[in-house]
């Protein structure tokens, strides 16, 4: 039997309060206090051990899941979702559908199943007095869209914890979360238009992506409350396509190299510039680091290609 991932109409609603999940998740994982669920999470790598690479990798996702659904108060102890606390619901679906599918070994088990081994160790405990009925796996192309949001917004948010503070420490940390921010905003900008102009697809992640844009820019005047010299550490949106940017985007870090790679790949016209060019630039560029940047910077050699042939209508797809 199939998986069956789906996404449902108010999958995103969550984003509206995301900071408030964000706090959630990251007071859970610091919870400590809870000492008795590692034995039972030891006991759901014995049952799924051929879908994780190891057991610590299988119980900190498992322990991860369980805290984070201890902290969730209003839908604890409920088998179905009460109708007014769907967010928490949507919020705790979708975390875990990302713990699970970034650590299982194999895609074809389903999210479903491997959460329903945990609830099984639980289930008829103060953790898991029920087994989940809203538990359901979400499909890869919109996880990963709301794995892009979710990191637009823990930047964001970490950037509306400091911008008010004008020493040199946060300086620093203005210029590098709002560089890590331009790597993601990059290819979600681009699966929605294309990179050009406002937002003209209706989708959930792009109407959640226009929000995060109205928040992100709110933050412009309280850092140039600060002065120039101050304001200038932060990275507007709009910048976020200059060479510079870019470039330290790119080079930076791998972490930042790696999903802009990936997602200007996938979800641009540069797939196909690339596959159409691949020999003549593995000839051209082979040994030559400075211009192996060229490659990854082909936007605007496909914005002219667009304005050529026409605007692209460009469709989030999974390889």
Same mark, same amino acid.
């Given at each position: ?52 690479? @190891? ?7 498992? /322990?991860? +899941? ?10 604890? =102890? ?30 074809? #088990?389903? +999210? ?29 192309? /919109?996880?990963?869209?709301? @794995? ?6 823990? +930047? ?6 400091? #911008? ?24 979600? @900008?681009?699966?929605?238009?294309? =990179? @050009? =102009?406002?937002? +003209? ?16 820019? =709110? ?5 140039? *409350? ?12 709009? /910048?976020?396509?200059?060479?510079? #940017? ?37 000839? /051209? ?7 192996? *940047? ?26």
């Amino acid at each position: 039997m199939g998986c069956n991932p789906t996404i449902r109409d108010d999958s995103y609603a969550f984003f509206e309060d995301i900071k408030n999940y964000i706090e959630k998740a990251d007071n859970a994982q610091q919870n400590h206090t809870i000492t008795d669920i590692a034995s039972k999470c030891k006991g759901f790598y014995t049952t799924m051990r051929s879908s994780f690479e @190891n057991e610590l990798i299988a119980t900190s996702v498992c /322990e991860e +899941i369980v805290k984070l659904y201890e902290s969730l108060d209003k839908i604890k =102890g409920k088998s179905e979702c009460p109708e007014s606390y769907k967010d928490d619901c949507n919020f705790f679906n979708y975390w875990v559908n990302f713990k699970i599918s970034k650590s299982r070994l194999n895609e074809s #088990v389903c +999210i479903d199943h491997i959460n329903n081994a945990i609830e099984s160790q639980f289930t008829g405990t103060d953790h898991y007095a029920v087994v989940l009925d809203f538990i359901y796996d979400i499909k890869k192309d /919109e996880l990963d869209k709301m @794995n892009i949001l979710y990191r637009l917004y823990k +930047i964001y948010t970490d950037l509306d914890s400091i #911008v008010d503070n004008a020493d040199d420490m946060v300086k620093n940390k203005l210029s590098s979360l709002s560089t890590a921010c331009c790597t993601d905003y990059l290819v979600a @900008n681009y699966m929605c238009n294309g =990179g @050009n =102009g406002d937002n +003209i697809n209706p989708s959930q992640f792009c109407m959640q992506l226009q929000k995060f844009k109205t928040k992100y820019i =709110g933050l412009y005047e309280r850092v140039d *409350r600060n002065g120039p010299e101050y304001s200038k550490n932060l990275i507007k949106l709009s /910048e976020c396509k200059n060479t510079n #940017v870019m470039s330290t985007a790119l080079i930076g870090t791998t972490v930042g190299l790696v999903p802009l790679l990936v997602g200007l790949y996938k979800f641009t016209p540069l797939r196909q510039l690339i596959n159409s060019n691949k020999g003549k630039l593995t000839q /051209e560029y082979r040994n030559n680091d400075d211009e192996m *940047r060229n490659i990854m910077l082909m936007d605007q050699k496909s914005e002219q290609i667009s304005s050529q042939q026409g605007r692209y209508n460009i469709k989030y797809h999974s390889l």
